[in-house]
C-alpha cells in the first residue's frame, strides 16, 4: 500500500460552486490540484456532494456535510476572488474552530493542466 501521503496535511478547498458550475467546477480541480503539488491532501465537497445530492433542493444538507468535512482538515483554503454565501460559512466555521486559512488567488491556478480523464 503506497502510503506517501499518509503525513500530508488535509486541506479544504473552498471556492464557488453556484454561478458557472461548469467553470466552478473547472477551477475547483484546479485547485485540488495545486494542493497535491504543495504536498497536501485535497477535500473537495463540492467535486464530490453533487455526485449524489442536488445542489437545489438539498443546499442545506450539502452544507451540513461541508462543515462535517471542514472539521478533518488542518487547513482551510479560499480559492478565488469571490466569497460566496457558502464560502462565507466554510470561513466562519473554520475560525470557530481554528483552523488555519489561506487565500488562493485564481491566478495561482490558471496555467495548470488537468491530466485527462
Known amino acids: 500500500m503506497d502510503t506517501r501521503n499518509r503525513d500530508s496535511p488535509v486541506v479544504y478547498i473552498c471556492s464557488r460552486y453556484s454561478g458557472d458550475i461548469e467553470r466552478n467546477t473547472d477551477l475547483a ?22 455526485q449524489f445530492l442536488s445542489e437545489e433542493t438539498e443546499r442545506e444538507k450539502a452544507i451540513n456535510l461541508d462543515l462535517r468535512f471542514l472539521g478533518l482538515c488542518q487547513e482551510l483554503w479560499v480559492c478565488g476572488p ?18 488555519p486559512i489561506r487565500y488562493i488567488k485564481e491566478e ?10
Open 29 to 50: 480541480r484546479r485547485y485540488s490540484r495545486l494542493a497535491v503539488e504543495r504536498g497536501c491532501v485535497p477535500l473537495t465537497p463540492h467535486l464530490l456532494l453533487p
Open 82 to 99: 469571490e466569497v460566496s454565501e457558502g464560502m462565507r460559512r466554510e470561513i466562519d466555521c473554520a475560525a470557530e474552530m481554528k483552523i
Open 108 to 117: 495561482e491556478i490558471l496555467c495548470m493542466r488537468l491530466p485527462k480523464a
